[in-house]
């Protein structure tokens, strides 16, 4: 995992929230050091004043589910047990822990928060609490083709169906469809996933010109529909990855309802 920490700050200074972040690209492709993604989490580290650990996880084809979602979840265990490197030079809140994920790296995201708060982990003296999950334009699918899919099919540079199918099937257990729970989890071709308690409050970013955003409106229905606190964030003219380009306006108030959640989140703490 690469480590983001703000400036060096008083020692006084209260602790900081910790942002784990999963990286997008189909479970395949990029990395933590890819160069928007690092720029990427070096702003949110910057703006939102949280330490970001940028994970490295396993990627397909090479590595199928559930690899990614154990790197990732081994991740909340290593926190809670050695901690972040002391050289970071701020202290943390490791109450204050939000899962964030873009595209692929968001369908991590809900995965790791689901297991984390079914676990004994949260029953422990493990110290890692999620407060929120931060879900980019999540890769949520099915064997249906949406109505998005079908109206936004070559819009944008970073999705299409066929490179999406490949993404799946190379990520998915061997035989397994795009009804798989790891994929499906808006309850229309298999059931809806049963959400414990303390699964975290979400935050759940749509764009306009996505293919893949019915399946993120459902998931968001979804979360509604189980009591789950839920915010959906929609950017009209938001293509698939917008926020990798940050000269957008866009990408800008991204960043600041990205700090708003987290505010919200914890401001009851």
């Known amino acids: 995992a690469r480590v983001f920490s703000p400036s060096v700050g008083k020692p006084e200074a209260a602790p900081l929230p910790v942002v784990v972040y999963c990286h997008g690209g189909g479970f395949a492709l990029l990395s933590a050091s890819s160069a928007p993604l690092d720029a990427m989490c070096r702003r949110f580290c910057r703006e939102l004043g949280a330490v970001v650990v940028s994970v490295n996880y396993r990627r397909a084809p090479e ?18 047990t050695a901690g972040l490197p002391a050289d970071i030079g701020v202290p943390v809140d490791l109450s204050r822990c939000f899962l964030a994920g873009d595209s692929a790296g968001g369908n991590i ?17 493990n110290p890692v609490r999620l407060a929120g999950i931060i879900l980019l334009q999540p890769y949520f699918g099915g064997e249906e ?14 999705v299409n169906m066929r490179r999406s199918d490949w993404s799946w099937k190379a990520f998915l257990p061997e035989g397994a469809d795009r009804n798989h729970p790891a994929a499906h989890v808006t309850g229309e071709a298999c059931p809806e996933p049963e959400l414990p308690e303390e699964f975290p409050p979400a935050m759940v970013v749509v764009g306009g010109l996505d293919p893949l955003q019915d399946w993120q409106r459902r998931y968001a229905a979804m979360l509604q529909r189980k ?23 866009d990408a800008g108030k991204l960043v600041n309802d990205v700090k708003n959640f987290m505010e919200t989140a914890t401001s009851d703490h």
């Not at 083709?145 to 970073?158: D, F, I, W, Y």
């Not at 009591?227 to 306006?249: R, S």
């Open 145 to 158: 083709r949406t109505e998005a899919e079908l109206r936004l099919e070559g819009v944008g540079p970073v």
């Open 63 to 80: 590595h199928r589910h559930p690899a990614a979602y154990d790197d990732c979840a081994d991740v909340l265990s290593y926190l809670g």
């Open 109 to 125: 995201a809900h995965h790791v928060a689901h297991r984390w708060t079914s676990s004994a982990a949260v029953a422990s003296d």
């Open 227 to 249: 009591g789950k606190a839920v915010q959906l964030v929609e950017f009209p003219d938001a293509i698939h990855g917008f926020y990798m380009f940050p000269k957008l306006p």
